[in-house]
């Protein structure tokens, strides 16, 4: 069975957000900045800026790309308009909801509203196959950590100072937990992705 | 001149200390898992245990030790006993405070209070000639970033979440500042040496 791996863009202070995010401002103020290496443009769509990238930061990308399910927040599916109903290759999406999905996402194929985070895991693994799961979402993250259904964190260090900001994990609140560092890789542009696996 | 270097040790989360910090408790719950590379046991004398440090690991410690003049906040230096009045090899430490040094410190050769953070980093990088300055303490980081003082960060990265704590630049409060990434180590057990240097 393939891993559950929160892929997250983080400044080397540590957020992941600039300050006052919130709705119409899911970056925060300057967030974008962590986004800048995937979209220089500060917006617009994913796959097609990808295009430009070359390197280990397509490697890394291309890992994003490369999963076989999502398991994401609600908070993160529904501002985002739910990416159309296909967040990429049409693999399916669970999102965890206490709720029922809204009119317009009930009708997609792909989506699945559950309320039930390791029953979304397993779903999702199942789906999956021998790829990976990915996992979106700061407080989905820290939820699965806490719950130990998250198996890998792929950090990728922006490097700037941020200054203020939601930092990663910000809702775990328990601690400490292991960690096994998998690979360092040293993109372009300064990035550096940092890969561990969560000790059980 | 030489670089004034912050080194600083942080959780992959992004925390310097665990929770509830404070006098008595300086590295938070917890945050001795942070500085386990060097001080195995949670405590102690550093020179001494860093004696079976080797590899990646005993360089960076030794990069710290190497360091011509320490400038640090009377927070991080009075909790510490100001380290007997040596930090290391006799070099210069430059203690910043708006107040005098007290009587336990007053009389020491190599220890000196002084009010104005930019004239403690000149008097330090003139001590240190080709050496670095170690630039000691969040707090007077966070403010040496803010005034264009802080040459450079070599960051720690521990394999372990914290999920709650102080953050690296928690006082920050400005920014986005941006860095170039100087060097990547990968260390022992798991520990990953980030060099950044300042874009002014």
């Known amino acids: ?7 997250m863009s983080t400044s080397l202070d540590g957020f992941v957000t600039g300050p006052n995010d919130g709705p119409g401002n899911p970056l925060g103020d300057g967030g974008a900045r962590l ?18 990238l070359t390197g280990v930061n397509r490697q890394a990308f291309d890992e994003v790309m490369a999963t076989g399910a999502v398991v994401t927040g609600r908070q993160t599916f529904e501002p985002a308009q739910g990416w159309g109903g296909d967040h990429h290759d049409g ?3 669970y999102v965890l909801s206490r709720g029922p999905a809204p009119d317009w996402a009930a009708g997609w194929p792909g989506v699945r509203y559950v309320d039930d985070l390791a029953f979304a895991m397993g779903e999702a693994k199942r789906a999956a196959g021998e790829r990976e799961v ?3 979402g700061a407080r989905l993250a820290a939820r699965a950590v806490r719950e130990g259904l ?21 809702t775990l609140g328990t601690g400490p937990h292991d960690l096994e560092r998998v690979r360092v890789l040293e993109g372009e542009e300064g990035v550096t992705h940092l890969r561990y696996r969560l000790r059980r």
């Open 91 to 93: 693999v399916p999406v």
């Open 1 to 7: 069975v393939a891993a559950a791996v929160l892929f």
């Open 35 to 52: 986004h800048e290496w995937i979209l220089p443009e500060g917006g617009g769509d994913h796959r097609a800026a990808a295009t430009r």
């Open 150 to 170: 998250l198996d890998e964190i792929q950090v990728h260090v922006v490097p700037v100072l941020l200054g203020s900001g939601r930092s990663l994990f910000d």
């Open 134 to 136: 990915l996992v979106h």
